[in-house]
């Protein structure tokens, strides 16, 4: 388990105290967490709760969103609330197309001019801003960034540590190419997130996700591509599902856990 | 209009002697049509139907499958349905992974070892085996081949005119690769089918297309595309929405058409 995190939206409705005492009470090394239950709980109130239970906070989610009208202060924000939690690692999510745009390559060349505007904040606080592609299904609303090369083609225009990617096996498993880019990827590679595809998706496609071993996604192969990349980060499993998120917070960490220590090690 | 088609499923309930009729009268100089109402109408009762209105059938929709058991069987007969309508492109979607499989690679490659089965009987028929990448949504239940360059990849082991690909702009928009994908597609493209995206998706997102103007992809520029890589055949509108469908087909047709005439041409 040496490996393992547990991003807090895997059980989205457990309070973040209670999930870091959990997480810390059942030998979880590491946890994922997010901005807006950070905020709620206080920034500096969480930093030094995950700082008392001995917690590693493995990557906070998440900035991006580059056609908000604000995305220049909240980013900056993030990266600073990254620095004061500890991680190194902040996930950046693109965002989709502007509302009532057509022009797909205009909002991929403004997520590049956005992170040009960002690297020297993020270098300078120690944070990696890591791009995440998310599945093309979510390329309209969400993010333009829809696969792994994308991301490191991205990734590639600037200085490793600064600028690295993430890699998500529910985002990429489809891709024909994943295993080659995610060779390509090495040093890039700043997190690893883990969660299982299952059909039928349920309208808006959000929260289809399943825990690891319930779908079709070879996550072992996957695990040991990131592996002989040379990553050896952290195992973040983070999945959203309403059926799961009705559980207790522990039940969710207990199940968690059992199938990431059956499908990944 | 002279290169606009109809696909059928766009009128999905629309009886296929009155579609087949009311495009005509419509002056639409092509239809695509679907298996299942073409076995349901008669085969020999339908190319003749379609022969004496005039109407082109532009494509035949669907073969492939192959994880099911009879796929060799069924292919075979796609390809001379195929023949019998007088239309050259048999549409294949490949499917997706057999039931709890985790071996997207090892259906990829029955997909590659299937094609080689069909191919001198497609060849014999005059029908181009038209491979449709389908978008990575569908990856696990439908079609393995989940981008364009894939099934290019998949396509070139083949000789042109006996295997091709099927661009359709709800499968390829959001790929950052497709405009060069399309180029090097060239004469392979066998097939160009149009719907739009529009989001949140419906559960099981296999009806969440739109009509061409409605949604987010630049559809005109994807038509200049293919038309640049030397593609002059026809432009199949292809959309399943269940509202759309709930309407009368000679509705649907003329909401189709106008679609098509305000964002295509």
Redo the contacts between chains.
């Keep these: 388990m040496a490996r393992f995190s547990f991003n807090q939206a895997t059980a989205k409705h457990w309070p973040l105290a209670e999930a870091v005492s959990g997480c810390a009470a059942a030998g979880v090394p590491g946890i994922g967490l997010w901005r807006e239950p950070v905020q709620e709980y206080g920034l500096a109130r969480t930093a030094k709760l995950v700082r008392d239970t001995g917690l590693t906070v493995t990557s906070l989610c998440r900035g991006g969103f580059f056609t908000a009208d604000d995305w220049r202060d909240d980013n900056r924000r993030a990266i600073e609330e990254a620095a004061t939690l500890g991680t190194s690692v902040l996930v950046l999510v693109s965002g989709g ?1 502007p509302a009532g ?4 390559d205009g909002a ?1 060349r403004r997520v590049v001019d956005a992170l040009a505007e960002l690297t020297p904040e993020a270098a300078a606080a120690g944070v990696t801003l890591a791009v995440e592609p998310l ?3 979510f ?3 969400r993010c333009v960034i ?2 792994l090369g ?1 991301a490191l ?1 991205l990734a590639e225009r600037f200085p490793p540590g600064v600028v690295g990617v993430v890699v998500d096996t529910y985002h990429v ?4 190419t994943v295993h080659d880019q995610i060779a390509r990827a090495g040093e890039r590679i700043a997190a690893f997130q883990v969660a299982d ?1 299952v ?7 959000l929260l289809g996700r399943a825990l690891p071993g319930e ?4 996550l072992r192969r996957l695990r040991e591509a990131v592996d002989a990349a040379g990553y050896t980060g952290p195992i973040e499993v983070e999945v959203f599902d309403a059926t799961l998120w009705s559980r207790p917070g522990p039940e969710i960490l207990t199940a968690t856990l059992r199938s990431y220590l059956t499908h990944l090690p």
Excluded: K
């Design positions: 197309l745009s057509r022009d797909v991929r599945h093309p299904m390329c309209a609303d829809a696969t994308q083609d498993w489809w891709d024909d595809w059909t039928p998706l349920p309208a808006g496609v779908g079709c996604i070879d």
